[in-house]
T-cell receptor, first 114, second 109 residues
Framework: EAQVTQNPRYLITVTGKKLTVTCSQNMNHEYMSWYRQDPGLGLRQIYYSMNVEVTDKGDVPEGYKVSRKEKRNFPLILESPSPNQTSLYFC?????????????FGPGTRLTVT | KNEVEQSPQNLTAQEGEFITINCSYSVGISALHWLQQHPGGGIVSLFMLSSGKKKHGRLIATINIQEKHSSLHITASHPRDSAVYICAILPNRDDKIIFGKGTRLHILP
């Protein structure tokens, strides 16, 4: 089954404790992306990757890191989480965003930083 | 000013009504996406458009590139169509995707 998986689905952590949210897709997609969703602000792009070893900042990259060592995986790293990073996070993948560009979204990770 | 504006923000309608959700944007784009977010939070891609019109079941999406405007239509609406519908654009200038704030649709039985 074609899917994007994220782990964990729910996480409560404390300020400053490094964490990683994993994202994996089984569709051989080149484009992968991380978004956060906040009430009143909607979805905003954090980082995206056009292919292996190619990553770029989205609109709200501060406080986040990503890596793309393999095509299928695109982990999101919070080196020192802060309460303003409490949010609902989505990973997504597609062949591209234009052309054949349907996006597949993961189920979301609800992160709370206290 | 947001680069992507959706209207209305909220819409309540009776089952069976024809629904239109609008998306206007202010920059040149290479593609526009319509997404559906269910009450449980999951997001599904409905359409990707770069021109013209697409249809899938009771859903129709149109785009007018010159007017920088897209519409999502739902025919014979049903309570299961209740969700947040989100418009997103891929500007010509780069590969970042920009989202509208969404339209919350509630279909009453």
């Amino acid at each position: 089954e074609a899917q994007v998986t994220q782990n964990p689905r729910y996480l409560i952590t404390v300020t400053g404790k490094k964490l990683t949210v994993t994202c994996s897709q089984n569709m051989n997609h080149e484009y992968m992306s991380w978004y956060r969703q906040d009430p009143g602000l909607g979805l905003r792009q954090i980082y995206y990757s056009m292919n292996v070893e190619v990553t770029d900042k989205g609109d709200v990259p501060e406080g986040y890191k990503v890596s793309r060592k393999e095509k299928r995986n695109f982990p999101l790293i919070l080196e020192s989480p802060s309460p303003n990073q409490t949010s609902l996070y989505f990973c997504a993948s597609s062949f591209s965003l234009a052309g054949v560009g349907e996006q597949y979204f993961g189920p979301g990770t609800r992160l709370t930083v206290t | 000013k947001n680069e992507v504006e959706q209207s209305p923000q909220n819409l309540t309608a009776q089952e069976g009504e024809f629904i239109t959700i609008n998306c206007s944007y202010s920059v040149g784009i290479s593609a526009l996406h319509w997404l559906q977010q269910h009450p449980g939070g999951g997001i599904v891609s409905l359409f990707m458009l770069s021109s013209g019109k697409k249809k899938h079941g009771r859903l129709i999406a149109t785009i007018n590139i010159q007017e920088k405007h897209s519409s999502l239509h739902i025919t014979a609406s049903h309570p299961r169509d209740s969700a947040v519908y989100i418009c997103a654009i891929l500007p010509n200038r780069d590969d970042k995707i920009i989202f509208g704030k969404g339209t919350r649709l509630h279909i009453l039985p």
